[in-house]
């Protein structure tokens, strides 16, 4: 889904180079940060981090904004193609008049991204820091997003989800490659046990997580073992030998964490057809994006 779809014209402020350069985020790019002011309607960009903690992000304005509508953030997997998210669920964001925000967690920054808490940029902050950038320029209240993500971003949004359920609306996430499981006895990150990965935190959130209507989406044919997915014995026995059996059973998991905690939880699962794991391809093939409005406009 291209930007030319859009009725408002769409205006690229980034070149290819500027988008690499994004990517590896070389010292030298940090040190330029672009102006907080307002972006004009229907405009697209890429701003570089004016706080410490902060990360390159993608930002689209639409031209008329829904001021009850809370922001969306997408989050990239590992190939780190924030520039797919924003041109993907652009059109959408200019015909509900909402805010856009696309973070670009760089491999050289955030290798580990996906795990929220366990790395040297500290992602949960990073996406705090580039929220309240976003609010400076735009005005919008980010108490509260609708939060996206693919492969390793749908790790990183459900983590953070669980970790700052009070911060986020409605979650959709698509083809992890695996899933903290809401399991108090496994340590973190496979569950939420103690330990030396933080797992208390997480777990002291579990029912206000529930809480949080939830979609969990993954291509039909995403059943590859490929190098990216997570290949261990304890995780193939736990959660399935692919990403499909793995959504499945993490959907499950929810429903019946849930009914033991008393919550009225709304867990949805939607497998996509004629896609498999990349991203343009269920975006093309799978309705990805169209399944993602219909849940973030409450359908």
Request: with cysteine; hydrophobic share 40%.
């Amino acid at each position: 889904m291209a930007f030319h779809s859009l009725s408002a014209k769409v205006l690229i402020v980034t070149t290819s180079l500027m988008a690499a350069a994004a990517a590896s985020h070389t010292p030298d790019l940090k040190a330029q940060p672009i102006s907080g002011a307002a972006l004009s309607g229907g405009a697209t960009e890429l701003r570089l981090p004016r706080e410490e903690e902060g990360v390159p992000y993608y930002l689209f304005v639409p031209t008329r904004r829904d001021p009850a509508a809370p922001p969306l953030v997408t989050v990239h997997g590992i190939s780190r193609r924030a520039d797919e998210h924003i041109g993907a669920f652009a059109p959408w964001a200019e015909r509900s008049g909402r805010v856009l925000v696309a973070p670009l967690f760089s491999e050289h920054q955030c290798k580990r991204y996906q795990r929220v808490t366990q790395d040297r940029c500290q992602a949960d902050r990073a996406l705090f820091a580039t929220l309240r950038e976003v609010a400076e320029a735009t005005g919008v209240d980010i108490d509260r997003v609708d939060l996206f993500g693919f492969s390793g971003g749908a790790q990183f949004a459900h983590r953070f989800a669980l970790l700052y359920p009070e911060r986020v609306a409605r979650l959709a996430v698509s083809s992890a490659g695996w899933y903290t499981q809401p399991d108090p006895e496994e340590a973190y990150p496979y569950g939420l046990a103690p330990g030396t990965g933080g797992g208390q935190r997480f777990r002291a959130k579990l029912e206000a997580f529930l809480e949080i209507p939830t979609l969990v989406l993954v291509g039909e044919r995403d059943i590859e073992r490929d190098r990216a997915l997570r290949r261990e014995r304890r995780v193939d026995r736990r959660q399935g030998r692919n990403r499909v059996e793995r959504a499945a059973r993490w959907s499950q998991a929810l429903r019946e964490a849930a009914v033991r905690a008393g919550v009225d939880a709304e867990v949805r699962f939607r497998s996509l057809p004629n896609c498999g794991h990349a991203f343009d391809d269920c975006v093309r093939h799978g309705g990805l994006v169209e399944e993602v409005m219909a849940w973030f406009s409450g359908r």
